[in-house]
Every structure is written in C-alpha cells, then in structure tokens.
C-alpha cells in the first residue's frame, strides 16, 4: 500500500515534470526581427552615416485590425532636380520575422518622391521610413503600429 | 504566372508628374507559414520589381516578405515624351512577368 502511494506521487512529479518541460517551449518567443535587428538591417542598407528625423512623411495608420494588407506610403520633401534628389527609399521594421520591408530606388525623373504600397505586420511595433538623398544625406520618420491580428503566424 | 493591372493616365502635358499603379497577383508566401501536415511551405516572393521608360530605368523596388500578398506599388514619373512604360515583376523561382503601357505627351 504504501510503496504504491509513493510509486503514485512519484509517478505524478513526473509528469508534472515532464508537463513543465513539455510547456516551456510555448513561452519561448519566436524567433524574429527585433529592434537590434532592425538597426543591423538599416547599417547594413545605408551604412553607418548618422540619419536625421524629418522631410520624410510615412503615412501608415496608427491602428491596424488586419496584419496582413496595411495600406502604407511614404513621401519625401524634395524638389526632385538633377542636383537635389531622393536616390532611395527604405522601409523597415521591428519586429517581423524579417526587419526589412521595401527599398525603392528612384530619381530626378520621378517628379516626386513617393511612393506607395501594402505590407504585412507581425505584431504591434514601430516602423522605420529612411530617404537618401542625392547628397548622401539621410532623413527619417518612424511611425508607432498597432496590430490586432498579426500576420506571418497564420497557419492554412 | 500572373495577372497584372497598370494604370498610367493616357495623356499627359510635358513635365506633367503622373502617377503610376500597378498591381500583379501573387501569393507572396513568406516562407514562415506551414501547411495542414506541418511541413513549411516554402518561400515564393516576387522580389524585384523595375519600370522602364522608352527603355530607362525610372522606379526600381526590392520587395521582402513584409510586402502583402498581390502587390501593390504605385509611384510618380515625369512624362517627358510619348512612348512606352515597361513594367517587370521577378519572384523566387526566376520567374518574370511583364507588363506595359502607352502614354501620349503633348
């Protein structure tokens, strides 16, 4: 009688024990872009050379029920003349599985720096907007999303 | 491989900015998303996207996987001169769709 208690509370710290072992890997985040990540990505698109805030406007809405289509654009002040122009324009996040979202390379020609498109997002984070100017100078805007259903993690 | 949509205005006034929509159907799969049986569907994006203008390149972009499916992407160009705008769409699999479309400068 006794040795079968035991065997029983022995058996159930067991499986408690393997239940514990077992959940842990739930807690565990998923592997993905952080905002370290994000700053090896932008270092690794436009280099180390210091990026000041403003001339750009990216227009992203602020809360977003659905991850996976976000209407976004992204302007840039510039008077677009062959010698003061936006070269390119990146677009990355925080926290998606990849940090980088668009880089779109344009000039004089395009009359307007600007541009548009859909994108997905994995969770509630910010998004980061850079120009480069013909000058080498670099200009940002970063806009705070919230996300209520993430994209990326859906299953079929 | 795909559908595509362009929309470039007809006619346009020299020096007139015009803005340019294009939009091609495609599943833009991320790689990261995995079918009923568990196994990981792989990647399939359409990575690269390039507009010609009478054969100069004036918008090139490089999409990643944060881009949503069936792309989206509409930008502005300068109509300099009556001719032909080139749309290409590159994905994963080497594939490439064209498009293009016909502007008339006054």
Same mark, same amino acid.
């Given at each position: 009688?006794?040795?079968?208690?035991?065997?029983?509370?022995?058996?159930?710290?067991?499986?408690?024990?393997?239940?514990? @072992?077992?959940?842990? *890997?739930?807690?565990?985040?998923?592997?993905?872009?952080?905002?370290?990540?994000?700053?090896?990505?932008? /270092?690794?698109?436009?280099?180390?050379?210091? !990026?000041?805030?403003?001339?750009?406007?990216?227009?992203?809405?602020?809360?977003?029920?659905?991850?996976?289509?976000?209407?976004?654009?992204?302007? !840039?002040?510039?008077?677009?003349?062959?010698?003061?122009?936006?070269?390119?324009?990146? !677009?990355?996040?925080?926290?998606? *599985? %990849? *940090?980088?979202?668009?880089?779109? /390379?344009?000039?004089?020609?395009?009359?307007?720096?600007?541009?548009?498109?859909? =994108?997905?997002?994995?969770?509630? %984070?910010?998004?980061?907007? =850079?120009?480069? @100017?013909?000058?080498?100078?670099?200009?940002?805007?970063?806009?705070?999303?919230?996300?209520?259903?993430?994209?990326?993690?859906?299953?079929? | 491989?795909?559908?595509?949509?362009?929309?470039? &205005? &007809?006619?346009?006034?020299?020096?007139?900015?015009?803005?340019?929509?294009?939009?091609?159907?495609?599943?833009? $799969?991320?790689?990261?998303?995995?079918? $009923?049986?568990?196994?990981?569907?792989?990647?399939?994006?359409?990575?690269?996207?390039?507009?010609?203008?009478?054969?100069? $390149?004036?918008?090139?972009?490089?999409?990643?996987?944060?881009?949503?499916?069936? &792309?989206?992407?509409?930008?502005?160009?300068?109509?300099?001169?009556?001719?032909?705008?080139?749309?290409?769409?590159?994905?994963?699999?080497?594939?490439? $769709?064209?498009?293009?479309?016909?502007?008339?400068?006054?």
């Amino acid at each position: 009688m006794t040795d079968e208690s035991e065997s029983y509370i022995t058996r159930r710290a067991v499986l408690t024990g393997v239940a514990a @072992f077992g959940a842990t *890997p739930l807690v565990v985040r998923r592997a993905g872009a952080t905002p370290e990540t994000m700053k090896a990505a932008i /270092h690794r698109v436009i280099g180390e050379s210091p !990026v000041s805030k403003g001339k750009v406007t990216l227009d992203i809405p602020p809360l977003v029920e659905n991850g996976n289509t976000i209407a976004m654009s992204v302007s !840039v002040d510039s008077p677009m003349t062959e010698t003061n122009y936006v070269k390119a324009i990146h !677009v990355f996040n925080e926290k998606n *599985p %990849q *940090p980088d979202i668009i880089s779109v /390379h344009l000039g004089p020609r395009a009359g307007k720096a600007a541009f548009s498109t859909r =994108i997905r997002l994995a969770d509630s %984070q910010n998004v980061v907007a =850079i120009a480069e @100017f013909s000058d080498g100078s670099l200009w940002s805007d970063t806009v705070e999303v919230i996300v209520t259903i993430a994209a990326c993690l859906e299953y079929n | 491989m795909a559908r595509t949509l362009i929309n470039v &205005p &007809p006619n346009a006034k020299r020096g007139q900015v015009v803005e340019i929509k294009t939009l091609i159907s495609h599943v833009m $799969e991320t790689g990261y998303r995995r079918n $009923e049986s568990g196994v990981a569907i792989p990647r399939d994006i359409i990575n690269l996207f390039v507009c010609t203008y009478n054969g100069i $390149e004036i918008f090139r972009a490089d999409l990643h996987q944060a881009i949503a499916a069936n &792309p989206f992407i509409t930008f502005f160009t300068v109509a300099t001169e009556s001719g032909t705008l080139q749309f290409q769409w590159t994905d994963d699999n080497g594939r490439v $769709e064209t498009a293009s479309a016909k502007i008339t400068v006054e």
